[in-house]
């Protein structure tokens, strides 16, 4: 079973795609591939070779636009995958500062006068 894009895109009230969202790799989650069959152990590996490892240290938040969680199932031997989009937003300032702090202002830097 499998959805189309447009599909999800009209069934969302809000959608947020741009083209910066697929310039970097998605953080990939595994869940519950801790099993100590062969063939878990075989699914892992390839979905963890998909993507390149991330260096948590040194990681810049701003890059990580995506988070790809895969589920595993034992019982129905069925695996889930779930596509989501990621944005970092301040925690712990006012209403009005947070509203600054994601607005896109052009840089003035090299201008001479406010005109």
Known sequence: QYSL???????????RMHEQQFTHHPLLI???FGLP?????LMASMFQNLFPSINVHRVNL???????????????????LRHYSVKVVPVGVSRGLKKLLQEK????SRLQDIS
């Open 30 to 32: 595994l869940s519950e």
């Open 105 to 108: 202002f052009p840089d003035m």
């Open 37 to 41: 069959q062969i063939q878990v152990k």
């Open 62 to 80: 701003n890059s990580i636009k995506r988070c790809l969680l895969v589920a595993y199932d034992a019982e129905t031997r069925l695996l889930r």
């Open 5 to 15: 894009i447009q599909d999800v895109v009209s069934s969302l009230k809000r959608h």
